[in-house]
């Protein structure tokens, strides 16, 4: 399953304050599992020096291969590309914009079953083509910018939406604020604050060079965007 190895100078008997330095290496199909016997640890590389009888056991185990099976799943109920993705608490997927034929942009998104058994196509308030998405500490999804027009056109555009779930299915509601800079094909990230980082975006000066920070809706005040400084690069 394996052999150890002493670093540089073979397998041999070791003498009183020397030190010992040995690497368990698997052979293939088996992964190293840790040492044990007088000395326990998990690390292959096992450094130590000898001042008495030593009785060590590296031990290995069988990798188990990862065997992936691809099927075709059901049909989107809109063909598009540049999408962004996500998954709903109870485990539902949804694809959200993009661009359809023709690179147009779309303003649907495809909510499918828990066992993505079936998708249904739903109507946004506005169009979402290579838009950030992030999900909001209390469970929506912000929706945040892409594409100002079909082909991927730049600078893009400055609205923002909330997917929400209800007892009655999904909602998509756009934000009555603007974000600080139009953007398109930019990524987002919830922080500690709960509030969500949007840095940079392709391809106008201004998105490019500066982030921006949106504040979710509370009982002290509105949601809002801000500029963040400019990135480092």
Same mark, same amino acid.
């Given at each position: 399953?394996?052999?150890?190895?002493?670093?540089?100078?073979?397998?041999?008997?070791?003498?009183?304050?020397?030190?010992?330095?040995?690497?368990?290496?698997?052979?293939?199909?088996?992964?190293?599992?840790?040492?044990?016997?007088?000395?326990?640890?998990?690390? *292959?590389?096992?450094?130590?020096?000898?001042?008495?009888? /030593?009785?060590?056991?590296?031990?290995? =185990?069988?990798?188990?291969?990862?065997?992936?099976?691809?099927?075709?799943?059901?049909?989107?109920?809109?063909?598009?590309?540049?999408?962004?993705? /996500?998954?709903?608490?109870? $485990?539902?997927?949804?694809?959200?914009?993009?661009? #359809?034929?023709?690179? #147009?942009?779309?303003?649907?998104?495809?909510? $499918?079953?828990? #066992? =993505?058994?079936?998708?249904?196509?739903?109507?946004?308030?506005?169009?979402?083509?290579?838009?950030?998405?992030?999900?909001?500490?209390?469970?929506?999804?912000?929706?945040?910018?892409?594409?100002?027009?079909?082909?991927?056109?730049?600078?893009?555009?400055?609205?923002? @939406?909330?997917?929400?779930?209800?007892?009655?299915? @999904?909602?998509?509601?756009? /934000?009555?604020?603007? @974000?600080?800079?139009?953007? @398109?094909?930019? *990524?987002?990230?919830? /922080?500690?604050?709960?509030?969500?980082?949007?840095?940079?975006?392709?391809?106008?000066?201004?998105?490019?060079?500066? $982030?921006?920070?949106?504040?979710?809706? #509370?009982?002290? $005040?509105?949601?809002?965007?801000?500029?963040?400084?400019?990135?480092?690069?």
């Amino acid at each position: 399953a394996g052999v150890a190895r002493i670093a540089d100078r073979g397998v041999f008997a070791m003498g009183p304050g020397e030190v010992l330095d040995v690497t368990a290496v698997a052979n293939p199909g088996y992964q190293f599992n840790g040492w044990t016997g007088d000395i326990v640890q998990s690390d *292959a590389h096992l450094t130590t020096t000898v001042n008495e009888p /030593l009785a060590l056991l590296a031990t290995f =185990v069988p990798v188990t291969p990862l065997r992936v099976a691809f099927r075709a799943g059901p049909s989107l109920g809109e063909s598009r590309m540049g999408h962004r993705t /996500l998954m709903l608490a109870d $485990g539902s997927p949804v694809a959200i914009g993009g661009h #359809t034929t023709g690179f #147009t942009r779309s303003d649907t998104m495809d909510a $499918g079953t828990p #066992t =993505v058994s079936d998708f249904s196509l739903a109507q946004m308030p506005a169009t979402a083509d290579g838009a950030a998405v992030a999900k909001l500490a209390d469970g929506q999804f912000l929706v945040a910018g892409g594409a100002s027009g079909s082909l991927g056109m730049a600078p893009g555009v400055d609205t923002a @939406m909330l997917l929400g779930t209800t007892v009655r299915g @999904m909602t998509m509601t756009e /934000l009555p604020v603007q @974000m600080a800079h139009p953007r @398109m094909n930019c *990524a987002a990230g919830r /922080l500690g604050d709960g509030r969500v980082l949007i840095p940079g975006g392709w391809f106008a000066l201004d998105s490019a060079t500066y $982030g921006e920070l949106f504040t979710p809706a #509370t009982t002290r $005040g509105p949601a809002s965007f801000v500029a963040t400084g400019a990135l480092n690069s």
